[in-house]
């Protein structure tokens, strides 16, 4: 099984910066992409980020481009979110993701899911 295991969710304030982490169970390139997705409260499920390990290839979404940044780090067989100039439309539930198969980077097909952890941004 494979765990997803995110870390550094909390309050900041509005423009603020955040960098969430995800360390995975497994090596580096047994998955072919990791992804970022989140849920603001009342609304659905958004992939915000993903990333292709192996090339380093990224995918952002419109809400987020040039504020965010998906990386990764194949030693520590860890993702990273940073987080720049949040707003408080930021503010969500944000889950790392991983799959193995490969499809495009834009693809909402995920099977393993992390925990979750809270990102709010006060205004």
């Known amino acids: 099984q494979v765990q997803l295991i995110e870390s550094g969710g909390g309050l900041v304030q509005a423009g603020g910066s955040l960098r969430l982490s995800c360390a995975a169970s497994v090596r580096p390139f047994s998955l072919h992409t990791l992804g970022w997705f989140r849920q603001p409260p009342g609304k659905e499920r958004e992939l915000v980020a993903s990333i292709h390990w192996s090339g380093g290839d990224t995918y952002y979404a419109d809400s987020v481009k040039g504020r965010f940044t998906i990386s990764r780090d194949n030693a520590k067989n860890t993702v990273y979110l940073q987080m720049s100039s949040l707003k408080s439309e930021d503010t969500a539930l944000y889950y790392c993701?991983?799959?193995?198969?490969?499809?495009?980077?834009?693809?909402?097909?995920?099977?393993?899911w992390g925990q979750g952890t809270q990102v709010t941004v006060s205004s």
């Open positions: 993701t991983a799959r193995r198969t490969d499809l495009p980077l834009t693809s909402m097909q995920y099977y393993y």
